[in-house]
């Protein structure tokens, strides 16, 4: 056998063994997404002003612009920590951004609020339901990430479970937000962010164990 059918003998077994770990990644953070989506309206539902909310109230659409601002990012993450050779790289920069717009927003709250109210936004009505909740909600994602994972080869897997941890906590807590009255970003930057951080910590751990080859 020459070098030519060689190359195209292994290209094609690449071809048939497995798809490529991107779709993999993909299909399942879709997934997550629809049996998190499922699981949320079997226990909780949509705020009773929703409609009123998402277009009348500017700290309500700001909490999908932070969940989200980190979720996508994290996304992109997973997609590169997948692979053996893959690198953070300038993604983990775009973290930066939604972490920016949060302290903006807190720092303003705190700026345009008397002082003696500020524990009651920080607090709000139900701060324990998001220590419940987000992660509840991100166990779906959260599983089938990491199961994609499995299929690729992370060089880094602690980063590539953290980076699982995150997008399935960002999802878990867009899909709390809207239930949640709660809009403070105060609240936000407290509850909302240990919930998230919880599932991204648990991800760096379980990843360092199930991801290792």
Do not use: Q
């Amino acid at each position: 056998m020459n070098t030519d059918d060689l190359i195209k003998a292994l290209a094609a077994d690449n071809a048939t063994v497995s798809p490529p770990i991107s779709r993999t990644v993909l299909i399942a953070l879709a997934a997550g997404l629809i049996f998190a989506a499922v699981h949320f309206f079997s226990i909780l539902a949509l705020r009773p002003d929703f409609a009123h909310a998402i277009t009348h109230d500017p700290r309500f659409i700001f909490k999908f612009v932070f969940t989200l601002g980190l979720g996508i990012p994290a996304a992109l993450l997973v997609l590169r920590l997948s692979r053996p050779d893959g690198e953070a790289g300038w993604p983990k920069w775009l973290l930066v951004v939604p972490l920016l717009l949060l302290a903006l927003a807190v720092g303003y709250e705190m700026l345009s609020s008397p002082m003696d109210h500020w524990p009651v936004l920080a607090l709000g009505s139900m701060p324990g339901a998001c220590m419940k909740y987000i992660p509840l909600l991100s166990i779906a994602p959260f599983f089938a990430t990491l199961y994609a994972l499995r299929h690729g080869a992370p060089s880094n897997p602690a980063a590539a479970g953290a980076a699982a941890g995150l997008v399935s906590g960002a999802i878990g807590a867009a899909l709390y937000a809207t239930f949640c009255v709660d809009d403070s970003p105060m609240f936000l930057a407290i509850w909302y962010v240990a919930g998230m951080a919880i599932v991204t910590a648990l991800g760096a751990v379980i990843g360092s164990r199930l991801l290792r080859w």
